[in-house]
T-cell receptor
């Protein structure tokens, strides 16, 4: 069975600094995908970045990058040059080939960017 | 481009009343569709998903049901709401058959049961 663990319920970062949000996963399937979503206080879920299990390079999307360490089964999200608008809940999620229709979500990390 | 619409945005209902939340997707065909519930300060719980018209899979036993009367329409219903049904309900869609395809979410419905 899939499992996603986010061990940081809350994180604080100073504006303009970088922050890393942790995510570890567990699956026995060699083919899987990892996703990060942002949920502002308004509630919508915004897709940020994707990493496939066979991807050779870490994914990047603008200020977001994914530190993918396959042997450790971790997929940490790195946000560079934090902005006040980055304050939100962040969810890590996974889909594997065995349950390709579904995403399994972690419990989330509440990020607060301080001015 | 694809868009997903979910309504209403907020809803206050008395215990024992019925429920109908609607979700429609535009700009794509044959999507997978999903209903999630999120309790305050918690993660997302998958309630139902559908891979086609009339095809519904339930993930959690409860007094809620889902239907997909048209390809891009997904409805969440209840005949009698319970206090425990309060929460934030999110509809989502994804393209079929692709592991790397993200799910795209609607803006959600905040449901309060009195």
């Amino acid at each position: 069975a899939q499992k996603i663990t986010q061990t940081q319920p809350g994180m604080f970062v100073q504006e303009k600094e970088a922050v890393t949000l942790d995510c570890t996963y567990d699956t026995s399937d060699p083919s899987y995908g990892l996703f990060w979503y942002k949920q502002p206080s308004s509630g919508e879920m915004i897709f940020l970045i994707y990493q496939g299990s066979y991807d050779q390079q870490n994914a990047t999307e603008g200020r977001y990058s994914l530190n993918f360490q396959k042997a450790r089964k971790s997929a940490n999200l790195v946000i560079s040059a934090s902005q006040l608008g980055d304050s939100a809940m962040y969810f890590c999620a996974m889909r594997d080939a065995g349950s390709a229709r579904q995403l399994t979500f972690g419990s989330g990390t509440q990020l607060t960017v301080l001015p | 481009s694809q868009t997903i619409h979910q309504w209403p945005a907020t809803l206050v209902q008395p215990v024992g009343s019925p429920l109908s939340l609607e979700c429609t997707v535009e700009g794509t065909s044959n999507p997978n569709l999903y209903w999630y519930r999120q309790a305050a300060g918690r993660g997302l719980q998958l309630l139902f998903y559908s891979v086609g018209i009339g095809q519904i899979s339930s993930e959690v036993p409860q007094n809620l049901s889902a239907s997909r009367p048209q390809d891009r329409q997904f409805i969440l219903s209840s005949k009698k709401l319970l206090l425990s049904d309060s929460g934030f309900y999110l509809c989502a869609w994804s393209a079929r058959g692709q592991l790397h395809q993200p799910q795209h979410f609607g803006d959600g419905t905040r449901l309060s049961i009195l």
